[in-house]
């Protein structure tokens, strides 16, 4: 039984429920539509109702659990038709993103983007692998803003977040394994931000989505999931289009 008495033990035990959440939503034996009962995980857990409160908000923010009217917080998932799909629209989206923000992107940007770049590296080396995608994801917000479409951003946003469960699931296995591919991509992508080369950005912009998607792909099959191989190898060997554009290819009715 865990319990707090001060402020201090409050935010470790809410740390605490908070990871033992979150590894339940990752490995699974949480699923997606279950509710997130205060006071039944309270008692499971052994603990007071308000570090669990305040974790299940932390699982809302990192995307792993969304509020439901009438039925609270539940957690968030997608199938793996849903994620390829996801990822489908990621490729177009963010490739356009990386090209029109590298021409464009000014100093002061790139300097954030190396602030997020370290802050990343840091927290990859704590095996803090929630702290590194959002800085990861700071990283990419700074070059996408530089162009001037915040429509395209706010969509690539909505995106990360309903994607978000898949990128933490391939990104805690990177981990296990000491896996660090997925994290020298930011690196080359500040490079190519620093000398304004927007084909260099798209090249690494590619690359990195679909090693990431390969990578959450294989964990999910590893859980048990259907591999939908076919449909992968579809995506990987397609032309992608200079301009953003959204199409029905592989789209499931």
Known sequence: MVTASSPVSLSLVTDQVFARLRDEIVNGQLSAGD???IRDIAARLGTSAMPVREAIQRLEEAGLANRVPHRGAVVRGADLTDLLHIYEIRLVLEVEAARAGAAVVTEPAVTSMAAALGA???????GNVIEALDQDEQLLRRLYTAQPNRHLVEIIEKLWRQCRVFKIVGAEAAQRTRDLTLWTYQGRLLQAARTQDAEAAVEVTRESLL??????QRQLSSLGQPAADGHLAAVENQHLPDNPSLTARGRTT
């Open 211 to 216: 090693s990431a998607r390969e990578r959450i």
């Open 120 to 126: 990343m590296r840091e927290a990859v080396n704590q």
């Open 35 to 37: 509710r997130l009962r």
